[in-house]
């Protein structure tokens, strides 16, 4: 019998790789839209346990039936390679991105904010202090834009 390539364990790092990729891609094309999908990304997280199941089938198989398939190395490699995607992605997603310095040089709560000019919802430049006696939200997103 001819060996046959172990397509779990390779199927399993595809999408351990695509999710991975997938989530940056959103974030280099950042639209307002899709800002949900970064805040918590199910469907790259969804994929990533995918891929861990497929890689452990793969290397189960691998080792289980040696005639069956080749390439028990390669299974490893690539199972622990997955694993190693997706515990650094979800470090990345879980740890660093709740971790980040403080804004040394921001206004304290409460404080007048300084005068500044920003485009408004319609691209018109609009300064705070063009709105005297009015109270004003600003919004500054931090992380993505």
Same mark, same amino acid.
């Given at each position: 019998m001819r060996a046959r390539r172990n397509w779990p364990a390779l199927t399993g790092f595809g999408l351990g790789l695509l999710a991975v990729i997938g989530y940056f891609a959103l974030i280099v094309r950042h639209?307002?839209?899709l800002t949900r999908f970064l805040e918590l990304p199910v469907f790259n997280l969804a994929l990533i346990a995918l891929g861990l199941v497929l890689s452990?089938?793969?290397?189960r198989g691998a080792w289980a039936k040696v005639q069956r398939f080749r390439g028990r190395?390669?299974?490893? #490699?690539?199972? &622990?390679?997955? #694993?190693?995607? &997706?515990?650094?992605?979800?470090?990345?997603l879980f740890i660093l991105t709740?971790?980040?310095p403080v804004a040394a040089n921001a206004p304290a709560v409460g404080t007048r904010a300084p005068v500044f000019t920003l485009p408004d919802e319609t691209g018109r430049a609009t300064q705070l202090v063009s709105q005297p006696g009015r109270k004003t939200l600003l919004v500054f997103y931090r992380g993505f834009w």
């Open positions: 639209q307002p839209a452990y089938i793969g290397l190395v390669v299974a490893a #490699l690539l199972g &622990a390679l997955n #694993l190693t995607l &997706a515990t650094t992605f979800c470090i990345y709740n971790n980040l």
